[in-house]
């Protein structure tokens, strides 16, 4: 069974720093795998973040342009989200996802991580 693990979320103030962590295991090939962040804040639908591909390409939500920055080590199978210039809009619970290379495509979710900033 594809695990997937987050780390790193927390309390911040506007204006602070958080990265989170995402570890897979048990998965093949991840790095053929196309790797995202997702978040869900209360009340709304869950929203794409960011995404990497296996060639490192990079794709960002409007919201997060210039402030995160997705990046991955295949080495250690994990993904990372380096968040900056945190505001109280960027509250929610963080899920990592990833996607297996096509024909197969399949996706899986961690369970997710609160990010929470407010003063």
């Known amino acids: 069974q594809v695990r997937l693990v987050e780390s790193g979320g927390g309390l911040v103030q506007p204006g602070g720093s958080l990265r989170l962590s995402c570890a897979v295991s048990?998965?093949?090939?991840?790095?053929?795998?196309?790797m995202a962040w997702y978040r869900q804040a209360p009340g709304k639908q869950r929203e794409l973040v960011a995404l990497?591909?296996?060639?490192?390409?990079?794709n960002y939500a409007d919201s997060a342009e210039g402030r995160f920055t997705i990046s991955r080590d295949n080495a250690k199978n994990t993904v990372f989200l380096q968040m900056n210039s945190l505001t109280p809009e960027d509250t929610a619970v963080y899920y990592c996802?990833?996607?297996?290379?096509?024909?197969?495509?399949?996706?899986?979710w961690g369970q997710g991580t609160q990010v929470t900033v407010s003063s």
């Open positions: 996802n990833a996607k297996t290379p096509p024909p197969a495509s399949y996706m899986f």
């Open positions: 990497i591909t296996s060639s490192s390409s990079t």
């Open positions: 048990r998965i093949i090939e991840f790095s053929r795998c196309t």
